[in-house]
């Protein structure tokens, strides 16, 4: 029981951090129709601004101030980067979408190389408070901490993203552009300021998820963003994209899924159940699992 | 021509490999309805699409005095242009209410609104995807009439529509067309007899014909030729 229970609550910290990644990335792709390959660069824009921030303050053993100064940097990095991303690169390339994946693809590339360039091939230890490696106890059960930070956040981030899509004008032109965004326009709605809006947002939730994710996993390295990016990838397609409820589903069944089949079949066997579940969705219900609804 | 608020010339629309416009030229008055005739594909809902920057054109479109050919769709609406797209086009999965709010401008008007079609009012938070075709209909025509618009340009209002509702659609235009000017197409001619003043005929994606409503009504033949009916006497 015991065992289970750390299974699943490893494995919905893994389900937060697919959710981090991939919801910035299924409102820009159901939005805007532009499926961000630079999408991962901004996780490890996140990782590594965090990472320098929490050794800048608190050395190789930080406090929870220091942590949580580091996690707000990165974030904001995140959400300035995207900015950036969106305003320089995506936007001259609306409706190119060949375009759009050879700049994103490049952008990914180029930033893999530079974060290689400046701090090295090799994984960096990302330093932490000693309370984030402990344990828990809920209900008589010992649950990690790291697990629970990344649980709370993405609980938080999607609470957040549905308060805005619900009850914000631009969170309105986000439902409705992934619905019909020509029709959007031509209500004299200026859908440009909206995809950078979620662009930034989507770099934010990245960043966060980077940041956090250095804390996760202990150590963070340059192609570590470009790896969570065919997950992210993977639970957009499942969730249906534009959809950050399907997102949120999509991500848990993912992580539990990926989780509990490797610790009981094998090591890696969980990754090709995921690949399964993916193809399973593309061929059976090819518009997700929220099948277009954004919230 | 005098007092024409859009003006439209030599307006060509080209996708891939085949023409769809071949240089139409038509007026808009700044008053009462002006209607697109024509068979099916004669490209008027092109001509539409083309007037709002929905497909990249040549020639010339003057709106208001201002040049806006190939202008953005949205800055083209905000100069006060109403859009009421062929098949509706609601955003399903919003509310009425949803739906009437992403289409606010400055001074939305409400009452305007809720006179025309009383019925949205009590609707405000049924999905737009569960509403009949009617009232369908109205919710894409009430967000065109919510803004203060110089023109409304609507794409076949009464398409599927049940007659009980086309009347009343055709009421609520005729009583819009008094205060704002319309370019419209539609196919039912007792519709166009009801509502249009001035007639612009496109076949094959030419100009065909161009004049007052009653006249190509009155005339079995032309309307025969450029139609393939035969109107009813208005």
Redesign the interface.
């Known amino acids: 029981m015991t065992t289970i229970v750390l299974l699943a609550v490893t494995g919905l910290g893994l389900a937060a951090l697919y959710f981090l990644a991939a919801s910035g990335l299924t409102l820009v792709f159901g939005l805007a129709d532009v499926l961000n390959l630079a999408h991962g660069l901004l996780v490890s824009v996140g990782a590594y601004t965090a990472w320098v921030t929490a050794t800048s303050l608190g050395g190789s053993h930080p406090s929870t101030r220091d942590i949580a100064i580091a996690v707000v940097a990165g974030t904001a990095a995140g959400a300035l980067a995207a900015t950036v991303v969106e305003v320089t690169m995506i936007r001259p390339l609306y409706q190119r979408t060949f375009e759009q994946i050879l700049i994103t693809v490049g952008l990914s590339l180029a930033g893999v190389a530079l974060l290689q360039i400046v701090w090295g091939t090799q994984p960096l230890t990302f330093p932490k408070p000693a309370w984030t490696a402990t344990v828990s106890t809920i209900a008589g059960m010992a649950v990690p901490n790291h697990s629970l930070i990344l649980i709370a956040a993405a609980a938080t981030v999607l609470i957040g993203l549905t308060l805005f899509l619900r009850h914000t004008r631009i969170g309105l032109i986000v439902r409705a552009g992934v619905q019909d965004r020509e029709m959007v326009i031509a209500l004299g709605v200026n859908v440009r300021t909206a995809f950078t809006v979620v662009f930034a947002i989507g770099g934010a939730a990245a960043a966060l998820g980077g940041a956090l994710g250095g804390i996760y996993f202990g150590a963070i390295d340059p192609s570590q963003g470009a790896a969570l990016l065919i997950f992210a990838i993977g639970v957009v397609i499942i969730g249906g994209k534009g959809s950050i409820t399907g997102t949120a589903v999509a991500a848990t069944v993912v992580g539990l899924l990926q989780q509990f089949v490797n610790y009981y079949a094998a090591a890696g066997a969980g990754d090709l159940c995921v690949i399964a579940l993916l193809a399973a969705v593309v061929l059976v219900r090819p518009q997700g699992l929220a099948g277009g609804k954004t919230a | 021509m005098t007092g024409s608020l859009l003006q439209v010339r030599g307006l060509s629309v080209r996708a891939g490999s085949l023409q769809l416009l071949h240089g139409i030229s038509f007026d808009v008055a700044g008053h009462g309805t002006t209607v697109i005739l024509g068979r099916d594909g004669a490209g008027k809902t092109t001509t539409l699409r083309a007037i709002?920057g929905?497909l990249r054109s040549s020639g010339s479109v003057c709106f208001a005095g201002q040049e806006v050919a190939n202008m953005?769709?949205?800055?083209l609406?905000?100069m006060g242009i109403g859009?009421v797209?062929e098949d509706r086009?609601v955003?399903?999965?919003?509310t009425v209410a949803?739906n009437l709010?992403?289409?606010e401008?400055d001074r939305p008007d409400y009452d305007r609104v809720y006179t025309l079609f009383p019925d949205l009012a009590q609707r405000g938070k049924q999905r737009a995807g569960t509403l009949s075709g009617g009232q369908q209909q109205m919710v894409s025509l009430a967000?065109a009439l919510l803004?203060d618009n110089r023109l409304l340009v609507i794409d076949e209002p009464t398409k599927g529509l049940s007659p009980a509702v086309v009347t009343t659609v055709t009421a609520a235009l005729a009583a819009v067309a008094r205060t704002v000017p319309v370019l419209l197409v539609e196919q039912n001619l007792q519709v166009v007899s009801e509502l249009a003043h001035g007639a612009v005929v496109v076949n094959a994606g030419r100009l065909a014909w161009t004049g007052n409503t009653r006249a190509l009504l009155h005339d079995a033949q032309l309307t025969r030729t450029l139609l393939g009916v035969a109107a009813r006497r208005p």
């Open positions: 709002l929905q953005p769709t949205h800055a609406v905000r859009y797209p086009r955003f399903p999965d919003l949803e709010r992403l289409a401008r967000r803004n």
